[in-house]
C-alpha cells in the first residue's frame, strides 16, 4: 500500500481573511472565523486554513475547497 503523502501548508506569508455568517443565516450563538487562503484557482477552488468560533449556521456554497 502506498504511502499517504501530506503537504503542510504555510500561512505566514497570508494574512487572514476575518468574517461572519450573513445575520439571515444565523441559527445560534456569536460565530466569528477566519480564513487563510493560501491558492486559488479557477472556478472556485481554495486551498487554505478556516477557523471558527463556536456557533450554528445554514450555509449556501457554489465554491469547492480543500482546507
Known sequence: MAEP???AIGVDTVDAE????APDRLISGDPKFRTWNVE???GG???GIWES???KWRIVYDEWEFC
Open 5 to 7: 503523502k501530506f503537504l
Open 53 to 55: 468560533t463556536p456557533g
Open 45 to 47: 477552488l481554495y486551498a
Open 40 to 42: 486559488e484557482r479557477e
Open 18 to 21: 476575518q468574517g461572519a455568517p
